[in-house]
Structure formats: structure tokens, C-alpha cells
């Protein structure tokens, strides 16, 4: 079994980079760890936004740069590289982008608020303020931190349409189209 997340391009950039150690989601899968995850880099929250004119460029990209590295923000960095230095495998929303296994899962309480070195390392390992986690946590009795290990970002992309979802739900159209909200059950059709 494995899992399809959907993570926002900032967020990808910190697990890209080994800064965020822990993906907190409002749930989790029903099989025990170790799973493999996939990384589903999602596609720009903004439209477009006009810098200097006539170019167009968005803010909330995910791309490879050619020296540097993952980064997000805006790619205005790449066309300071002349050649074939990148090409569309650059740009990395809206494509799976790599893959970790989930060694563990752990459930945060709100106990987690009155312990400050739990506190402390929750928020180092996820890349989030407690205010974040509070307010994502909402009235909900547990949060889940899934562990990143055996990260592995891809070279080269993936598209959506290398997966198919697993599950009795999908048996009509098994390929995935579109991305989950947050995450699904899925297959790679190469393995």
C-alpha cells in the first residue's frame, strides 16, 4: 500500500531541503507503518501576478534550480541560465515530485500545548508555528505528525497519470485525473 499526498509548494520546498521531518495531517491511513508516500506538489495557490511589465510570474512556484537546488517562490532565477541548463522538469507543481516512507505516525493531542519541549519539537520537525497547529487542529481531539524518512526526490517529475487509486471506490476509472485534497490510497503503474 501506498499513500498520495497533496503538500503546498512552501511546504514541499522544506521536505525537498530535509528542514521538515514531519507532515501533520487531520488524518491518517488505516495500515500501519512503514508505507511509502508520495509527494504531490500542488499547483500555485495564486493566478498571476505581473512583474516588470510584460513578464508574468507566480510566487507560490516549486522549481529545480539548476545550482541551488529545490526552491519556492518565484523562478525569475532561471532565466538568468542560458542553454538547456532546465526545462519543464524544472517546474514541479502540479507533479509528484518524490517519495519518503512514513516510519511512524504519532497522534498529537492539545497535551502537546502544555508540554514545551513536545511543543518545541513538533513545531521544529514540522516547520509550523503553534499558532498553525492550534488553529488547523480546531475542535478535532488529535493531529497526526506522519515521520519522513528514506526521502527521495525524483530527477525527474511524476504526472498524476502514472498512479492509479486503490480501492473499491475507483474500479471505474482507476487513473488519477486530479489530485486528492489531502491524500489517497494509490499504485504506481511502474512498479
Known amino acids: 500500500m501506498a ?54 510570474l ?10 541551488q537546488g529545490i526552491k519556492h517562490g518565484d523562478s525569475i532565477e532561471l532565466m538568468c541560465f542560458d542553454g538547456d541548463e532546465y526545462s519543464k522538469d524544472n517546474f514541479l ?38 499558532a498553525e497547529l492550534i488553529d488547523y487542529q480546531g475542535e478535532l481531539p488529535c493531529l497526526y505528525g506522519w515521520h519522513i524518512s528514506e526521502l527521495v526526490i525524483y530527477d525527474k517529475p511524476k504526472e498524476l497519470s502514472e498512479f492509479r487509486h486503490c480501492g473499491m471506490n475507483y474500479h471505474f476509472n482507476p487513473i488519477i485525473n486530479k489530485p486528492p485534497q489531502s491524500w489517497c490510497y494509490v499504485q504506481d503503474l511502474e512498479e
Open 93 to 130: 507543481n502540479g507533479k509528484v515530485i518524490g517519495e519518503f516512507i512514513c516510519a511512524e505516525t504519532e497522534c498529537f493531542t492539545a497535551d502537546y500545548r502544555s508540554d514545551e519541549k513536545q511543543t518545541a519539537r513538533i513545531t521544529k520537525q514540522a516547520c509550523l508555528r503553534i
Open 3 to 56: 499513500v498520495l499526498l497533496s503538500v503546498r509548494p512552501k511546504w514541499c520546498e522544506l521536505i525537498a531541503n530535509g528542514k521538515k521531518t514531519v507532515e501533520v495531517r487531520k488524518t491518517k491511513p488505516k495500515a500501519e507503518p512503514p508505507f511509502k508516500c508520495y509527494i504531490y506538489c500542488t499547483k500555485p495557490s495564486k493566478k498571476y501576478q505581473t512583474i516588470s511589465g510584460c513578464m508574468v
Open 58 to 67: 507566480n510566487d507560490d512556484e516549486l522549481y529545480r534550480h539548476p545550482t
